[in-house]
C-alpha cells in the first residue's frame, strides 16, 4: 500500500504539539507494518537547520487566484524507512515559526498553506507515483482531500486513491475571511454553508471534515465530544453528517524516545521490576528545580508540562495551588505560551519558595527529568484530544490526575482502591480538581497502594504499533 501524508509539522524537526509527534512516530509504525510511506513536509528554516536533503532540481507551478507561484522539491534523508519530501518556497517557510510570534499568528497563513496543500497534492503526479491513501492532518492540510477529490473529476491519475482525514485539535481550524477564497481557485459554489463558507469567512477544517472518505480523530472520547454543541467549536453539525466515517484512534507512545528503561535523557533508568532508578530521578529533580532534599519522601512532587494555553486547564490549577501546597505537596512547572499564565506562575513561585518551581520555555530534557522524576502528573485540561503527556507519565510511573474529557478519559482510569493507573475528576472546576489531589496524595503515603496504581499504568501497552494497525483498518475501509 502507497500511502502519502501531508502535514505541517515533524518531530524533531518542526513542532509546536502533539501533531508532530504523530507525524514522526505514525508513518514509521505503518512502514513497519509494510506499508510505502510518503510524507511531505513545508521546508521551514528550522527543518533546514536540523536535516541534509537533496535538492531534486524540480520546480511545481501552483496556481493561488490569477498568480502562479513556484515550488522547489526537496528530498530529506529519513532512517526509518519513510520517505521525506519538502516543499521550498522561502518566502512562506523561512521564518523563525511556524505559524507565527508572541504577537500573533503570521498574516498569511492562509496563503502559505493554502499553497502547500495544493503543492502536497501536484507532487504525486510530478513523481508519477499514484498514492492508494493521501492522509492529511489539521486545518493546515485540510484541502488536500478536496483537491483531491476535484482533481478526480478532471483526470483519473487519482482514481484509486482514498483520502484520510484526521483532527488532532478541533480548536484551530483555519478560519480567514473571504477575500481568501479566489487563492484556491474553486468553483463558486464551495462558498457556500455546504461547502467552506462559515459564519461570512472560509474554514479549511471544513474541507477535511466535509470531503475525505475518512475522518479520524485521536481518541474515541473525543470523536464523540465533536460531535456535541459544547465541544464542537461550531463544527458539530458538520462532524455528525460525517458520523459514520469518523473513527477515534488514541496515540501510541514512541518507546525509543520515552521509555524510562532506556532514555538517555534521565539519570537514572528503570523499569517496573526494578524502581530504585525513579529514586534517583527524583532526587535530581528536586536539586535541579531548587526545592530541598526530601529523603524520607515525606512531600509528593506534583510535575506539569506543556503549552501555558487555556485549554491546559491553569485557570481551575491555579486557583487551587494554595491548598495543594497546603497538603503538603510540591509542584514543578515547564511549559511556555501565553503571557498571562507565565506571569501568574512566576508570582506563584515567588509565593512558595521550596515548594513551587516554574521553567518557563521549552525543554525537551526537563520535560523527560519531570516525566521520571515527579510522583504525580497533572492535566486538569478543559479539553484534551488525545494528550501525550499523561501517556508518558503511565510509562514512567508518574501517576496522572486528570480530567475526564476526550483522550484523557479513555487512557486514565481512577483508581479505586482494587484497581485503576491513576486519578479522574470530572467537573471542571477546582474543588474537584482538589477533590482528586486529596486522593492521589493519600494512596501516595499508602506505599502498598501506590505500588500497584504506578505498576499498573507501566504495564499497559501504547505501542505505535497497535495505533498502526487501526490506521491500516481505516484504510482498508475505504
Ligand atoms: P498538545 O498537542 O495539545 O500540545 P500533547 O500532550 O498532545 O499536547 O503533546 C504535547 C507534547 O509537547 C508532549 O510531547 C510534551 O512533552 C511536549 N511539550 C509541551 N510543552 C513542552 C515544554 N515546555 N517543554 C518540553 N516539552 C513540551
Known sequence: ?????????????????????????????????????????????????????????????????DRQVRARILQGKADDGVRLFFIRRDEYFDRSSLYGTTRGDYDD??????????????????????????????????????FIKLEKQVSGFFSGTGTVFTIHNLAY????????????????????????????????????????????????????????????CGLHEVIRSRAR???????????????????????????????????????????????GADPKRKLPILGWVGRLAEQKGLDILLPAMDSIVDLPARVVFLGSGDDRYEQELRELEKRYPGSVAVRIGYDNRLAHLIEAGA????????????????????????????????????????????????????????????????RAVAAFHAPGEWARIQAEGMREDHSWDRVAARYMEVYGGI
Not at 30 to 51: D, H, M, N, Q, S
Not at 114 to 132: E, G, T, V
Not at 200 to 225: C, H, W
Open 1 to 65: 500500500m502507497q500511502i502519502w501524508m501531508a502535514a505541517s509539522e515533524m518531530a524533531p524537526y518542526a513542532k509546536t504539539g502533539g501533531l508532530a509527534d504523530v507525524i514522526a512516530d505514525l508513518p514509521a509504525a505503518l512502514a513497519g507494518a509494510g506499508a510505502e510511506v510518503t510524507c511531505v513536509l513545508p521546508f521551514y528554516r528550522a527543518i533546514w537547520e536540523k536535516i541534509e536533503v537533496e535538492d531534486l532540481g524540480m520546480d511545481l507551478s501552483i496556481e493561488l487566484g
Open 109 to 146: 497563513n492562509s496563503e502559505r498553506f493554502i499553497f502547500f496543500s495544493k503543492a502536497a497534492c501536484q507532487l504525486p503526479r510530478l513523481l508519477n507515483q499514484r498514492p492508494d491513501i493521501f492522509h492529511a492532518h489539521d486545518w493546515q492540510t485540510a484541502l488536500v482531500p478536496l
Open 173 to 232: 481550524q483555519g478560519t480567514f475571511w473571504g477575500l481568501d477564497f479566489p487563492m484556491m481557485n474553486l468553483p463558486d459554489e464551495f462558498y457556500s454553508p455546504a461547502g467552506l463558507e462559515f459564519y461570512g469567512n472560509i474554514n479549511l477544517m471544513k474541507a477535511g471534515i466535509l470531503f475525505a472518505d475518512r475522518l479520524t480523530t485521536v481518541s474515541p472520547t473525543y470523536a464523540q465530544e465533536i460531535q456535541t454543541q459544547e465541544s464542537g
Open 245 to 291: 466515517d469518523l473513527h477515534g484512534i488514541l496515540n501510541g507512545v514512541n518507546r525509543q524516545k520515552w521509555d524510562p528503561a532506556v532514555d538517555p535523557l534521565i539519570p537514572a533508568q528503570y523499569s517496573v521490576n526494578d524502581l530504585s532508578g525513579k529514586w534517583t530521578c527524583r532526587k535530581a529533580l528536586l536539586e535541579e528545580m531548587g526545592l
Open 375 to 438: 510522583d504525580l502528573f497533572l492535566m486538569p485540561s478543559r479539553f484534551e484530544p488525545c494528550g501525550l503527556n499523561q501517556l508518558y507519565s503511565l510509562v514512567y510511573g508518574t501517576v496522572p490526575i486528570v480530567r475526564s474529557t476526550g483522550g484523557l478519559a479513555d487512557t486514565v482510569r481512577d483508581w479505586d482502591g482494587r484497581s485503576g493507573n491513576g486519578f479522574q475528576f470530572r467537573g471542571y472546576d477546582s474543588p474537584e480538581l482538589l477533590e482528586a489531589v486529596g
